[in-house]
């Protein structure tokens, strides 16, 4: 499986921004995408995340802000980010994970920064 990630970018505070997620390979092998990030001097958080039958799994500090969808057809995930904070900021990370052996994968990250 190979992910790649694109939509980052800078925004003012309050502001929205979209990443995607594109998965190319083995896609049926797919059970879940999701984005992770990670912030200067921090650990990697599960930002959010969406099972292939829609369920999805959000970080407690973006609930209400932040959605995410999939575009099976395109083997695409989007992540809306709106009514972002400075604390946002971050280096995304899109992931996969297969259902079969439970091995992620990673695609590159893309920088979201939130400042004015």
């Known amino acids: 499986v190979q992910l790649q990630a694109s939509g980052g970018g800078l925004v003012q505070p309050g502001g929205s921004l979209r990443v995607s997620c594109a998965a190319s390979g083995s896609v049926s092998s797919i059970s879940a995408m999701g984005w992770y990030r990670q912030a200067p001097g921090k650990q990697r958080e599960l930002v959010a995340s969406?099972?292939?039958?829609?369920?999805?799994v959000f970080a407690d500090s973006v609930k209400g802000r932040f959605t995410i969808s999939r575009d099976n057809g395109k083997n695409t995930v989007y992540l809306q980010m709106n009514s972002l904070k400075a604390e946002d900021t971050a280096v995304y990370y899109c992931?996969?994970?297969?259902?079969?052996?439970?091995?992620?994968?990673w695609g590159q990250g893309t920088q979201v920064t939130v400042s004015s």
């Open positions: 992931n996969a994970l297969t259902a079969l052996t439970g091995t992620r994968y």
């Open positions: 969406i099972t292939i039958g829609g369920t999805t």
